[in-house]
T-cell receptor
Framework: ETGVTQTPRHLVMGMTNKKSLKCEQH?????MYWYKQSAKKPLELMFV???????ENNSVPSRFSPECPNSSHLFLHLHTLQPEDSALYLC?????????????FGPGTRLTVL | GNSVTQMEGPVTLSEEAFLTINCTYT??????LFWYVQYPGEGLQLLLK???ADDKGSNKGFEATYRKETTSFHLEKGSVQVSDSAVYFC???????????WGAGTKLIIKP
């Protein structure tokens, strides 16, 4: 399998549930990202990992907890979410964090919080 | 601060029409500029990019020129197809953390 994959593609959860989103990249990249995409809003960068170290946390609520065990895998652990957290969550990777680097995206996980 | 402004959609065109999607930016220095495309049910993918003033990015018949004097990076295509229907995002890369700054996206609908 090539590129960036995400599982699950769709997730419905209650506000008291705990779930995790998984992202895997097969591109040999060093940087990985989590984005939130809501309707009619610009993409919101949530977290950035570079060489497995978290380098950005854009004021994301603690009910979202990222984990990067190695350069190829990225998780987003979800706990006690709110209905307004319903969105498409996109994972991306890039070779490094240079000005000209292209980010490669997975297909996203469509999350619905009831 | 850094920002990207795109024309609001949806933009609806007939097949073979000429396409322009406007994108203007605010940034200090010399950002890199990108257009990404998101087809229905998929993630974003890079369409084209330009890394310095007067550069022209091109791919799949789409073009955009980095205009520093007008701080613009408008996307154009001479003859659109139904398969071009998607959401198009303009973005810039700037700052010490090289974070991508995104526009809100423009939905393009091409009718046969």
């Amino acid at each position: 399998e090539t590129g960036v994959t995400q599982t699950p593609r769709h997730l419905v959860m209650g506000m008291t549930n705990k779930k995790s989103l998984k992202c895997e990249q097969h591109l040999g990249h060093n940087a990985m990202y989590w984005y939130k995409q809501s309707a009619k809003k610009p993409l919101e960068l949530m977290f950035v990992y570079n060489f497995k170290e978290q380098t950005e946390n854009n004021s994301v609520p603690s009910r979202f907890s990222p984990e990067c065990p190695n350069s190829s895998h990225l998780f987003l652990h979800l706990h006690t979410l709110q209905p307004e957290d319903s969105a498409l969550y996109l994972c991306a990777s890039s070779q490094d964090r240079r000005l000209t680097d292209t980010q490669y995206f997975g297909p996203g996980t469509r999350l619905t919080v009831l | 601060g850094n920002s990207v402004t795109q024309m609001e959609g949806p933009v609806t065109l007939s097949e073979e029409a000429f396409l322009t999607i406007n994108c203007t930016y605010t940034a200090t220095g010399y950002p890199s500029l990108f257009w990404y495309v998101q087809y229905p049910g998929e993630g974003l993918q890079l369409l084209l990019k330009a890394t310095k003033a007067d550069d022209k990015g091109s791919n799949k018949g789409f073009e955009a020129t980095y205009r520093k004097e007008t701080t613009s990076f408008h996307l154009e295509k001479g003859s659109v197809q139904v398969s071009d229907s998607a959401v198009y995002f303009c973005a810039l890369s700037r700052g010490s953390n090289y974070q991508l700054i995104w526009g809100a996206g423009t939905k393009l609908i091409i009718k046969p």
